[in-house]
DNA sequence: CGAAACGTTGACCGTTTTCAATTACAGTGG
DNA sequence: CCACTGTAATTGAAAACGGTCAACGTTTCG
C-alpha cells in the first residue's frame, strides 16, 4: 500500500512540464559561483550533473556548509517564499543546473497538481536529511560520530566535506577515522575513502 | 511584488478544504505521546494550540530535539512520503492538535492546488529552520552561539528547551547567558528570561 | 505539603579545537 | 616530462572549551 503511495508523484524530472521559456540550463565549473546569499532568488535550480555546496556565511564570517546536493536534488525550494537566498551556493565540481524561474514554478504549483506534489516529496525528503544531520551532530564523542556518518553515507565526496557535514574539523574527522581503522570497525579503501564494517 | 506571491497561499489553516471525516481533533495533555518514532503514518497534524516536542531517540538512545512545533505549525509532513514516523511527538504543554489522515491529505494533495501550495510554503519554511538551527550550531564558542540563538529567537519556551535547540547542555548555556549579562551583551528580564541588547 | 522539574552555579576532566608542520596528489605551464 | 602550486590528507602538541557530576535554591502542581 505504501509502495502505491510513493509512487504517486514520480520522482524523475518532474519539471518537464514547465514551459521551455521557464526553464534554462547552464553549467558551473568547481568553485564557480551559481548564486550569493542575499540576492533576490530568480530561480530555484536542478542539479542535472555534478554536485553543489550550499554554504552560509555566520555574521562571524564562518561558513558553514548546509547541504551538499548532487545530481537530481533540487536545491533553493525554499527561496519560493523568500526574498533573498538564505545560502551562497557553489559547484563542487563541474556541474550543469536547470535553472527553473521561480514565478513559473509558482504558477505552475498552482495549475499542476504532480508537480506541486513532486515538489511537496522532494521537500519531505530534504527534511528528513536535515534532521538526520541535527541528529548525528548530537552523537559524541567524535569517533561515535564519525561512525554513525561513515554508516549513513555521508562520506561521498572529500573527508573534509563529510567533516563539515557532520560538525566536526577535519583534523578530529581524520584521527576519529584512524581510531576506528585502528579498532576494525572501518576499513580503508584508498585516500580520504573509508567503508563500515559489519 | 514579492509581497504579492507570498499572499498566493493563505496561511491561516488551510486545512479547511479537506473532507470533515479526515480530520479529527484531539487534546493532549503534557508529555503525552501523540507517535512513537517508528510508527507508520496515519496522519500529520495540525497544531491548533499548546506545543509540542518533536524528538528523537539514537542509536546510543540520547535523545535528540529535532523542533519544538508552536501553536499553528504543521507537523509531520515528511512521513508523508515514508511508511514510518522519523521522530517521537510528545506534548509539551497541554495541547489541541488537528489530525489530518495521511491518505486524504496525498489526495487533496493532487486535486487541490492551493492546498499543495500551502503544503510547499510550510514546508520551505521548515527548511529554513532546520538550515539555520544547523548553522547555529557550528558558531563557536557557546557564548557566541547562545547569543545568535537568542537574537534569532529561539528562546521561546524553557532555557532547558532552548539550550537542546542550539546543541548545548543546559549548563553551558546558563553559563554563557551568565558571561553575556556580565557582558552587557544581553539582559536577564527574569527567571529564565532574557533579551539581546542591540 | 511533597515531588518533580527548572534555574543556577562551581569544579574537574576528557575531548576538540586550534595551530603547526609534513606528505601526497592533481593540474598547469614551461 | 618536470618543476610549481594549490588543495587534500595526516599526524602532533598544547590550550581552550564544553560535558558531566554535584549541589542547592526556586517554582509549579497535584
Redesign the pocket.
Known amino acids: 500500500m505504501i509502495s502505491i503511495i510513493m509512487k504517486n508523484f514520480p520522482t524523475p524530472t518532474p519539471f518537464d512540464c514547465l514551459p521551455p521559456q521557464a526553464v534554462g540550463q547552464t553549467t558551473f565549473s568547481r568553485k564557480q559561483v551559481v548564486f550569493h546569499q542575499g540576492m533576490i532568488p530568480q530561480a530555484l535550480f536542478h542539479v542535472a550533473s555534478g554536485a553543489v555546496i550550499l554554504e552560509r556565511h555566520t555574521e562571524a564570517g564562518q561558513k558553514v556548509v548546509l547541504h551538499r546536493a548532487g545530481t537530481g536534488d533540487l536545491i533553493a525550494e525554499a527561496s519560493l517564499f523568500s526574498s533573498a537566498y538564505h545560502c551562497t551556493c557553489i559547484a563542487d565540481s563541474d556541474a550543469t543546473l536547470i535553472a527553473l524561474n521561480k514565478q513559473a514554478v509558482l504558477r505552475m504549483m498552482a495549475t499542476n497538481p504532480e508537480f506541486a506534489g513532486a515538489l511537496v516529496k522532494k521537500m519531505a525528503r530534504q527534511v528528513q536529511r536535515y534532521r538526520r544531520q541535527l541528529e548525528l551532530r548530537t552523537i559524541?564523542?567524535?569517533?561515535d560520530r564519525v561512525l554513525a556518518g561513515l554508516s549513513d553515507g555521508w562520506l561521498q565526496g572529500?573527508?573534509?566535506q563529510f567533516a563539515s557535514d557532520i560538525?566536526?574539523?577535519?583534523?578530529?574527522t581524520?584521527?576519529a577515522?584512524?581510531t576506528l581503522v585502528a579498532n576494525g570497525k572501518i576499513q580503508?579503501t584508498g585516500?580520504?575513502k573509508y567503508v563500515a564494517l559489519s
Chains 1, 2 share one sequence.
Open positions: 559524541l564523542p567524535a569517533v572529500s573527508v573534509m560538525g566536526l574539523s577535519h583534523e578530529a581524520y584521527r577515522l584512524s580503508k585516500r580520504g
